[in-house]
């Protein structure tokens, strides 16, 4: 079983849905990442959260220590939004190195 | 806004030839990762430098994998001998670490190298 679990790996919506991507692990954390990879490869931090929830424009992350399990949403979704949205941990015992979920592909159709 | 920046973006080479990657960290940042990326495997860490000295390189096969900071400036990955199953992006990050695990920063990644080893 994969220390870092993502849901669901595939998702197709419509312009305007709102949206959401799962992440669980299984390990102790001191942060957990959110992190965008566009068609082209680049991949971006959205957040890096270990409590709570933050919010940047449409997109909002949410984490549940207690259950170990985040959330990240986006309202009001639109084609751009199309990505690759990867969880990832910073586990207790080794410091910043990151551990990956497999990553949700996001289509947003117009 | 500063960047993460790695050379070559891409990379097409024989199996058996060196290959050697390079990557800038933004200023400032004191730890540097280097990430491999495949459809099978999907992101794994190879190695991380922290004020440019080697913290953890186990997900790096010894035998033909190194990484070294020669500066704070420069962070390089060689492979040699290359081989097919090496091909994959090979991606930088660097970051502003302290020694408490509870400070971290994200990390701001490179665009990567896509290699190909035929």
């Known amino acids: 079983k994969n220390e870092v679990e993502q849901s669901p790996q595939n998702l197709t919506a419509q312009e305007g849905e709102f949206i959401t991507i799962n992440c669980s692990y299984s390990v102790g954390i001191s942060a957990l990442h959110w992190l965008q990879q566009h068609p082209g490869g680049g991949i971006v931090s959205l957040f890096m959260l270990s409590s709570g929830k933050k919010k940047h424009g449409r997109l909002i992350a949410t984490i549940n220590i207690q259950e170990k399990h985040s959330s990240l949403h986006i309202t009001a979704s ?33 | 806004d500063a960047r993460v920046t790695q050379t070559p973006r891409h990379k097409v080479t024989e199996m058996g030839q060196e290959v050697t990657m390079r990557c800038q960290p933004i200023l400032g940042h004191n730890t540097v990762f280097w990430y491999r990326q495949t459809m099978m495997q999907g992101l794994e860490l190879l190695a ?28 390089t990955l060689k492979i040699q001998p290359s081989e097919p199953r090496d091909s994959a992006v090979y991606f930088c990050a660097s970051g502003l670490v302290y020694w408490a695990a509870f400070s971290n920063q994200p990390q701001h990644f490179g665009d990567g190298t896509r290699l190909s080893i035929l």
């Open chain 2, 48 to 75: 991380y430098f922290r004020n440019r000295a080697p913290l953890d390189d186990s997900g790096m096969p010894k035998d033909r994998f190194s990484a070294e900071m020669p500066d704070a400036t420069l962070a």
């Open chain 1, 78 to 110: 639109h084609p751009r939004d199309s990505a690759v949205y990867i969880c990832a941990v910073s586990r207790e015992t080794s410091g910043s190195r990151l551990t990956f979920g497999e990553g949700t592909q996001l289509t947003v159709n117009p």
